[in-house]
Each structure stands twice: as structure tokens, then as C-alpha cells.
């Protein structure tokens, strides 16, 4: 079992956009102008194809429908398991259950037997949006989550009971909203876990359940809003623990918190998302659909 995976999937956006609908929960979507959002955003995509290129690190690239503005970000429509099986996710955005398109579920059946599908709980507006919602402890069998209206307790349950996980729910809260997507306050990595337990009203049980396994490393507020939290591990082709966030993210790292994440990691690789993280409201860990 491992806690990170050797093999990534990006999603190449035909349209990218500022989503109303998404940016009522998301509160780091900002309705900027930008007459070629697309173009802008193509760029980014690229050079985080020519980051993992460089660095030794194995990715496939596949399409979004067209009519997706949010669709650069995979995690949140998917999760793969080293069983070789796959979850489908609950959608909060009507919009983004466009994601799940048939071409695109097709082509991961390839490597994957799907599950369960619990895009059915979106007839009852319950939802769990992938890895965006959960933040797992692979190894551990432990999925942390932040309750909110796009990570419903009552679909994250079942979840937890069909993969044997541990379910550990708690509230937090940013520009006081609920915190719309787990994987923005925090990242579980083979050694370490970043988390602003700052944000979280009761953190106990969450900081009980991390440091059992892991040296906790905390994040400020200042660290999440410009998406110190939003990084994610992945193994190169030699094995070898990388650790990727956006240059935006790099640059905003505590000085104590970078020299700490170095110390773990053979390599930290970022790139420019300003454009994506802007209009989009995700950075890099958002991008990625991890293929176990």
C-alpha cells in the first residue's frame, strides 16, 4: 500500500471559465476580467505537463467535454484504488456532472472495474466531490473530511463503510463560509500532514487521528488562502517522494514550514497557476486525478 501514486492523469480544458454556480460555495473564484481565460489557462496546463516531463514523473493527459468550464480539475468526479477499482463522485455544480463523460469513464475502465457510483445521491442533493471532499490516509485507512455543502456526512459514510475506511468529519470555516473542499486546508503525505487545525472549530479528534502517523506541520490562514494546502505527493519513475504546489503556494510558505517540507522531500516542483487558481478557485492538487 502506498500513500502516493507513481502515475498522474490531467485533464486538457476545451472551455475554462469563471462558473457562478461553482463560485457560490468557492470562495477563492474571482470573477476577473480576462478576454482569453481559456488561452491563459492552456498555458498553465502545459507548463505543469512540461514540470512532470522534466522530472521524471509519469502522466497521461485526456480531454474535458467542451462544454466544461470547471473540467481542468478531475479529482473531484473520481477516485482510483490500488485494487484497481474506482469510485464515481457526487456533483454539487450540475454543470460539472458533464465531467463524468462517457468517453472519459470509458477510458479509465481501461485500468479500472467502477464500484460504486454515488453521482446517484445527486437526485437527493447529497454530495461527495472525489478527493476534493476526502483527504485520505491511504495507508492508514483513514479519510478525513470537512463537512460543507459540496462533502455531505450522510454520502461520506457510505463511502467509508463500502472501502473499510475510518471516517473522521469536522466544520471549518474561511472568509466565514464553510470550507467548500477538504483538500484546500490540508494534504496528507507518507510522513508528514499539513493542516490549519486554526480553521477547524473542534480539531481535537483531527489532530489525534494525524499524529498518530504523521509529523503534523500547521498552515496559517495566509498559508491556505493562497494554497499552501492544495499540494499533493506523487512518486517518480525511480520512486523517489516529490512534493507539487503552485509557485503562488511556494512563494507563501512559512520560511520554519518550506525548510521542514525540503527536509522530506527530494524534490518540491511548482509551477505558475495564477490564471487557473484565480478563475478556477483550485490549484494544483485540484488538477490532478492521482491513478493508483
Known amino acids: 500500500m502506498a500513500q502516493s501514486a507513481d502515475n498522474l492523469l490531467l485533464i486538457k480544458p476545451l472551455a475554462f471559465g469563471f462558473d457562478p454556480k ?45 462544454e466544461c468550464l470547471d473540467g481542468i ?8 484504488y490500488e485494487d484497481k477499482t474506482m469510485d464515481l463522485g457526487s456533483m454539487y455544480n450540475p454543470n460539472r456532472r458533464l465531467e463524468r463523460s462517457r468517453e472519459n469513464i470509458d477510458h479509465l475502465k481501461q485500468l479500472y472495474r467502477l464500484q460504486d457510483d454515488y453521482s446517484l445521491y445527486e437526485q437527493t442533493n447529497n454530495f461527495l ?34 472501502r473499510g475506511y475510518e471516517l473522521i468529519t469536522f466544520e471549518a470555516s474561511l472568509n466565514k463560509k464553510s470550507v467548500y473542499h477538504t483538500n484546500v486546508l490540508m494534504f496528507i503525505g507518507s510522513g508528514i500532514a499539513c493542516i490549519a487545525s486554526n480553521l477547524i472549530k473542534d480539531n481535537k479528534t ?39 504546489m503552485s509557485s503562488r503556494a511556494y512563494k507563501n510558505y512559512a520560511n520554519k514550514n518550506i525548510k521542514e517540507l525540503h ?30
Open 263 to 292: 527536509s522530506h522531500y527530494s524534490k518540491i516542483l511548482h509551477c505558475n497557476l495564477n490564471n487557473i487558481e484565480n478563475i478556477g478557485g483550485g490549484s494544483l492538487r485540484c488538477m490532478i486525478l492521482e491513478l493508483f
Open 22 to 66: 461553482s463560485a457560490d460555495t468557492n470562495t477563492f473564484q474571482q470573477n476577473i476580467s480576462n478576454q482569453e481565460p481559456l488561452e491563459a489557462a492552456l498555458k498553465e496546463h502545459k507548463a505543469l505537463q512540461n514540470l512532470l516531463s522534466a522530472n521524471n514523473i509519469n502522466y497521461s493527459v485526456i480531454e474535458s467535454p467542451k
Open 73 to 80: 480539475f478531475p479529482n473531484n468526479w473520481v477516485i482510483t
Open 206 to 244: 483531527v489532530i489525534s487521528g494525524l499524529e498518530k502517523h504523521h509529523k503534523i506541520i500547521e498552515l496559517s490562514e495566509e498559508e491556505i488562502k493562497n494554497f499552501c494546502g492544495n499540494s499533493l505527493e506523487v512518486r517518480d519513475k525511480d520512486n523517489n517522494l516529490i512534493l507539487l
Open 129 to 162: 466531490e472525489g478527493t476534493g471532499s476526502l483527504v485520505l490516509d491511504r495507508i492508514n485507512k483513514i479519510a478525513y473530511m470537512c463537512l460543507s455543502p459540496r462533502s455531505s456526512y450522510k454520502v461520506a459514510k457510505d463511502w467509508s463503510k463500502n
